[in-house]
């Protein structure tokens, strides 16, 4: 299966010159948490913005550019969304960790989304699709810790599909 994480600031927006705009520690703690052991998959744009690859988690990057090819054994990258068949049809939970363009591509295949609703307006360019209503439903909340290091008002919100 598949499963969405992603950090969302008001208007849906994700990122900007193609970058996190806040820093969020315990969000990043928590992202931790949940994708550990996990494979992750991603747009090349994200895995770039990552500038590492993430330590125990495998990853997937699409990519259109036939030439493309990072010589790292936990990196795969896939040409061509069908070769997801077997991420999005095993009962492993698997995630989808951005950016836009991926979002947008996978939603339609995902059963369950991690959000953390930043309930604060920053200027971006990057967006993730509008929520419909009629598609998901809240399952969890949790409130995010806000202190000095994380200083915003946040909401860890677990969708599932309806
Ligand atoms: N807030 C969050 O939680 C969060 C999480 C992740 C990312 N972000 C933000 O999102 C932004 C990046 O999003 P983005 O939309 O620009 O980039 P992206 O989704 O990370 O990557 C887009 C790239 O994916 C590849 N791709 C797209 N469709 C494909 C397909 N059908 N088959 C194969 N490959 C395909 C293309 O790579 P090629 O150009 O190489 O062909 C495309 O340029 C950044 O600002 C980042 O910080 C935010």
């Known amino acids: 299966m598949l499963s969405i994480i992603v950090a969302i600031a008001n208007k849906n927006v994700i990122g900007k010159d193609n ?14 948490q949940i994708t550990t052991g996990k494979t992750i998959i991603m747009g090349r744009r994200t895995f770039e913005s990552l500038g590492r690859v993430l330590p125990n988690r495998k990853h997937i990057v699409l990519c259109n550019d036939m030439e493309m090819n990072i010589d790292n054994e936990n990196v795969e990258v896939l040409k061509d969304i069908k070769d997801l068949d ?32 930043i ?28 202190d000095e290091q994380n200083p915003f008002d946040y909401d860890y919100i677990t969708y599932v599909r309806k």
């Open 119 to 146: 309930n604060q307006d920053f200027d971006g360019d990057a967006f993730f699709p509008e929520i419909k209503e009629e598609e998901w439903e809240i399952a969890a909340t949790e409130k995010g810790t806000r």
């Open 19 to 32: 970058a996190l705009i806040w820093h969020l520690p315990e969000d990043l703690k928590r992202f931790k």
């Open 86 to 117: 077997k991420y999005i049809n095993s009962s492993e939970e698997n995630f989808i960790i951005g950016g836009a363009t991926i979002y947008r591509l996978l939603m339609p295949y995902a059963n369950k989304m991690y959000i953390t609703k």
